[in-house]
T-cell receptor, first 114, second 112 residues
Framework: GENVEQHPSTLSVQEGDSAVIKCTYS??????FPWYKQELGKRPQLIIDIRSNVGEKKDQRIAVTLNKTAKHFSLHITETQPEDSAVYFCAASLMQTGANNLFFGTGTRLTVIP | EAQVTQNPRYLITVTGKKLTVTCSQN?????MSWYRQDPGLGLRQIYY???????DKGDVPEGYKVSRKEKRNFPLILESPSPNQTSLYFC????FGIGEQYFGPGTRLTVT
């Protein structure tokens, strides 16, 4: 099955700086890569996703890049704010009819220092 | 409001006492899944269901059972809980194909 590795496990940045979280996956057939944010005591929520036919996607201060050849993808958060502090999970999946399992990384705890 | 609900939210029980955690979604999603979250291990899938009466094992199914008799409900059953099942459990659902997986609020289970 798919194996997703995520680094770093913890990350501290000063408010206003950028944060980058990296993930690698093992199954070259995977075609969907979402990122989830989990605030303390809350459920994971989707913040951005990318499909395998796209190399980069942006949504305001967050962006995700995908390198299919190297089988890695990254989350970039610019101009970080204290409310960005949370645990972030990457995931990979082969999305097709009848197959919908997400394989998650182990998470990155991001702390934004005011 | 579209949502996934779980009950109970918190549960403390003793070893061997059967328990059920309920999960319900109101989005008519075909796919539902259970995860457990442990520090440093991320979200690990326990069981999933592609539709009514169709369930399959995830990565960590030992000690758990599920059923899918109705499309909206996907209960997680621990027949004989053990302390190593102390964890935070999440139910999730999604429609088939590429799209967001919606998580329930979580159930924190402690087995003593």
């Amino acid at each position: 099955g798919e194996n997703v590795e995520q680094h770093p496990s913890t990350l501290s940045v000063q408010e206003g700086d950028s944060a980058v979280i990296k993930c690698t996956y093992s199954d070259s057939a995977s075609n969907y890569f979402p990122w989830y944010k989990q605030e303390l005591g809350k459920r994971p929520q989707l913040i951005i996703d990318i499909r395998s036919n796209v190399g980069e996607k942006k949504d305001q201060r967050i962006a995700v890049t995908l390198n299919k050849t190297a089988k890695h993808f990254s989350l970039h958060i610019t101009e970080t704010q204290p409310e960005d502090s949370a645990v972030y999970f990457c995931a990979a999946s082969l999305m097709q009819t009848g197959a919908n399992n997400l394989f998650f990384g182990t998470g990155t705890r991001l702390t934004v220092i005011p | 409001e579209a949502q996934v609900t779980q009950n109970p939210r918190y549960l403390i029980t003793v070893t061997g006492k059967k328990l059920t955690v309920t999960c319900s979604q109101n989005m008519n999603h075909e796919y539902m899944s259970w995860y457990r979250q442990d520090p440093g291990l991320g979200l690990r899938q326990i069981y999933y269901s592609m539709n009514v009466e169709v369930t399959d094992k995830g990565d960590v199914p030992e000690g758990y059972k599920v059923s899918r008799k109705e499309k909206r409900n996907f209960p997680l059953i621990l027949e004989s809980p053990s302390p190593n099942q102390t964890s935070l459990y999440f139910c999730a659902s999604k429609a088939f194909g590429i799209g967001e997986q919606y998580f329930g609020p979580g159930t924190r289970l402690t087995v003593t």
